[in-house]
């Protein structure tokens, strides 16, 4: 039996050749250490828990959403709305929002692969009954070709609504797309007064046959993943507001479609992630 003294010794030397590297792995233990930098650990080993408000588990309660921007290379300049006339249209100053994420030349600017895709908008409260819908071509409104023009109707509370594309969009082509309020008739002429423009940009890209099999083999929750992975904006947020709209009670999907568009669109007002889904618009 070793002396308490004897394995003082032992310990002491043991050290010493640790710190001199005459102990040291073998070869084939170092050739399986991770030398990327970026080294990911497999799910779930040793990651801690992400907790939201509350504590709760993000990963538990929200589908996980991995967005790739587009890079915007080409995209057209940022449009300056028109100024507004008339009477208050918004009693508490709260803008018609567009729902799309700047790039970092702070355009509004998204994909789509769908030639006629859905546009989602935060109406605020407002004495307006009415908006316009404008998309044009990539001359500025209103130099450009028109695709779809219309007026319509909107809820009497604020919310956001979904308004489906009554034109085409052709592949490689960037189009401009702009929501102008309808105020009361104040004019001499008894004509609408117009207000607060809000405007984006929208691209339509070609399907590759890549992307075009793994929709069609995925579930729909695995689809919004997919189309988030590409960067298409537009059919990433379509599908996640289809599931809402048919499950308006499911909490996940709730908390999924509030940190989804908190997370990419950063200057979203609070106000907007609280906010109902209101049926409006459809053709």
Request: aromatic letters at 10%.
């Amino acid at each position: 039996m070793f002396q308490p003294f004897s394995r003082t010794l032992i310990y002491l030397s043991c050290y010493a050749a640790f710190l001199t590297g005459a102990f040291s792995l073998p070869q084939a233990s170092l050739a399986q250490l991770p030398t990327d930098p970026n080294f990911e650990p497999p799910p779930g080993a040793g990651r801690p828990n992400e907790t939201v408000g509350g504590g709760s588990r993000l990963l538990e309660e929200v589908l996980q959403i991995d967005f790739e921007p587009p890079p915007g290379q080409g995209a057209p300049r940022e449009t300056v709305g028109g100024a507004s006339r008339g009477p208050k249209c918004l009693p508490h100053e709260m803008p018609v929002t567009v729902l799309v994420p700047k790039t970092i030349q702070g355009i509004k600017y998204g994909l789509t692969v769908d030639p006629s895709p859905d546009f989602f908008v935060y109406i605020p409260d407002t004495v307006a009954t009415q908006i316009e819908f404008i998309v044009t071509d990539n001359q500025p409104y209103p130099n450009g070709q028109i695709i779809d023009e219309r007026v319509i109707d909107i809820p009497q509370k604020p919310g956001i609504i979904r308004i489906p594309l009554e034109g085409k969009l052709e592949n490689d082509q960037y189009y401009e797309w702009a929501i102008y309020l309808q105020c009361p008739q104040v004019t001499p002429g008894s004509e609408p007064s117009f207000a607060f423009p809000s405007s984006g940009w929208i691209k339509k890209i070609a399907v590759d046959e890549t992307l075009q099999q793994k929709v069609e083999a995925s579930s729909v929750m695995e689809m919004i993943i997919t189309y988030a992975k590409e960067g298409i904006w537009f059919d990433t947020l379509s599908v996640l507001y289809e599931q809402l709209e048919k499950n308006p009670n499911n909490d996940k999907l709730q908390k999924t479609w509030k940190h989804f568009l908190q997370n990419q669109i950063t200057d979203i007002d609070p106000l907007i992630l609280e906010s109902s889904i209101v049926n409006c618009c459809q053709p």
